[in-house]
């Protein structure tokens, strides 16, 4: 994979804004309609380096950090929220977790693909009854002469269908709970692993949302990521930095939904709707303060625990009040299946859900600010 020569968000930002102008958003009616994306949208999204953002050169990456992706995956969800989501937890929570996690054998058989964008990467934490309170997995492994046996199901499980590789975890004792549960690397076509279902979902339609079934999978000793007992710590850490990949995503949306209303309320401006452009604007800066706070904290190498739930948790809530209000102005033409407004707020209504819903966001923030 080339090169691109960015160095900067700015000049990241343009590559995305480029791409998402010119390849997705032409698109993103037939993807939404479809709940597909086009067969060369990889391929073209390898070209950019988009898929190796964040990731060390010496393994195929780009280079640059957080910074640089909210500014792509913000780019991308003006475009589509299903292409932005894919590439987020691409490289949020299975790429990242590797270049930090991995030994250098792992980085050299799995990253250097990823980082290329030859391969593509799913996250497989949540299961049926098991969501926010994921030091209760039910999916087990057991110990083999070198190596692991894994069986369990996974559910909603982003790129799953496409992936070449998954990020699994699993416990070795349901009653160990956190110190039970380790992580580990599974190529998707190993043997006993299944999609079972593409769940129809009311937005972000064209990324894959599936349910996984492990049965009797045999794993070699080194497809353990870190230590035994180490998966929960592996697995929080990766969705604090995913939450700030998600929370730029959701700030695409609200920007493409508050672009939209300030189109609609030009063409027949009157004082009502001068107040809601101007309160949709007000929630967009706020959430793209918060947003850019994160990844600037994360950049520098400081705690940013407490700005990933908040950047979440108002750009979502952004998401969804601008997009809505949109509706609003627009009027009964833009409920209509396949009208850009409609289908804004179908993508934003799910992102108050992903890696981390709403109310885990607010009890995460009231822990740290006042204590458990």
């Not at 343009?14 to 791409?19: D, H, K, T």
């Not at 070449?164 to 039970?180: E, N, Y």
């Not at 300030?262 to 004082?271: F, H, L």
């Not at 209000?325 to 707020?345: C, K």
Request: aromatic share 4%.
């Amino acid at each position: 994979m080339p090169q691109t020569g960015a160095s900067s968000p700015k000049e990241w930002r343009s590559i995305a804004r480029a791409f998402a102008s010119e390849y997705l958003s032409p698109r993103a009616e037939a993807i939404d309609r479809s709940d597909r994306l086009p067969d060369d949208t990889i391929p073209q999204l390898r070209e950019t380096g988009i898929l190796g953002l964040g990731i060390s050169p010496r393994w195929g990456g780009q280079g640059g950090d957080a910074r640089d992706l909210v500014a792509v995956l913000e780019e991308l969800a003006v475009g589509s929220a299903a292409v932005a989501t894919m590439v987020s937890v691409h490289l949020s929570v299975c790429s990242h977790p590797i270049e930090t996690w991995g030994t250098e054998a792992q980085k050299e058989r799995y990253l250097r693909g990823l980082a290329e964008g030859k391969q593509l990467g799913a996250f497989g934490l949540t299961e049926p009854g098991v969501g926010s309170d994921a030091a209760h997995l039910v999916s087990g492994y057991q110990r083999r002469e070198n190596g692991f046996v894994l069986s369990g199901t996974k559910m909603f499980i982003t790129n799953a269908e496409t992936a070449d590789l998954l990020l699994l975890f699993a416990t070795h004792d349901p009653r160990a709970g956190a110190q039970g549960i380790s992580a580990f690397l599974v190529p998707r076509m190993t043997a006993g692993v299944s999609i079972a279902q593409r769940m129809d979902k009311l937005g972000i339609r064209g990324s894959e949302t599936t349910e996984i079934l492990l049965v009797g999978v045999q794993l070699p000793a080194e497809a353990l990521l870190g230590t035994e007992g180490e998966g929960l710590r592996i697995a929080l850490g990766s969705l604090t930095s995913g939450r700030v990949g998600i929370a730029a995503c959701a700030l695409g949306v609200a920007r493409a939904a508050f672009e939209e209303m300030q189109s609609i309320a030009k063409k027949d401006p009157t004082d009502w709707k001068r107040a809601i452009v101007a309160n949709a604007f007000t929630k967009l800066a706020a959430a793209r303060a918060l947003v850019e706070r994160a990844a600037e904290l994360k950049a520098a190498g400081k705690p940013f625990e407490l700005e990933s739930s908040a950047a979440k948790l108002v750009a979502s809530r952004a998401a969804v009040e601008i997009a809505s209000r949109t509706i609003d102005l627009a009027g009964p033409a833009s409920v209509r299946s396949g009208a850009r407004p409609e289908r804004l707020l179908r993508d934003a209504r799910v992102f108050p859900i992903v890696e981390g819903t709403t109310e885990i966001q607010e009890l995460i923030l009231g822990r740290t600010l006042i204590g458990r």
